[in-house]
């Protein structure tokens, strides 16, 4: 198991092509993908789907109580990749610009099939956090 958990709308084109960008910086060493279309999946970290319309979710895998939503789950993985440190912490320093991207987020995430478009099927991830059988995952 990766250190960290992605939920991710596998039907949002962006959504799921951010998730091939972050699938080609990481290569699967920190993160692994959870659409948040695969219910079974999301029960066993304890989620909905409807959980999931406020925004992506990330996971510590370590300590599963540790989550980060929305514009804050697009923060830590920012934080977690090399250099992205320096970006976050700049972006998180400078005045206002906190506020600036968490309304940027939800304006996005609220019309991200309309600005960006649907996928038919959702994205399938080279890195899933659970295959066809995701109880073998998780402990009961």
């Known amino acids: 198991m ?3 958990t992605v939920i991710y709308d596998g039907h949002c084109n962006l959504c799921s092509n951010l998730v091939q960008v972050l ?3 990481d290569k699967g060493d920190r993160f692994q993908y959870l659409p948040m279309q ?4 999301l029960a066993q970290f304890g989620i909905t789907a409807q959980d999931c ?3 992506m979710i990330l996971i510590d895998n370590v300590t599963p109580d540790r989550r980060w939503q929305g514009s804050d789950a697009a923060e830590e993985i920012g934080r977690l990749l090399p250099v992205g440190n320096v970006f976050v912490t700049v972006y998180r320093n400078l005045p206002g610009m906190k506020w600036v991207g968490d309304r940027v987020y ?3 995430r609220d019309n991200r099939y309309a600005l960006f478009g649907r996928r038919s099927s959702p ?4 890195y899933p956090a659970c ?3 995701c109880n073998q995952y998780f402990s009961k």
């Open 123 to 126: 994205y399938q991830t080279a």
């Open 2 to 4: 990766k250190p960290y």
């Open 53 to 55: 319309e406020m925004g």
């Open 106 to 108: 939800e304006q996005v």
């Open 38 to 41: 695969d219910e079974a999946g």
């Open 23 to 25: 699938e080609q910086i």
């Open 131 to 133: 295959d066809t059988a």
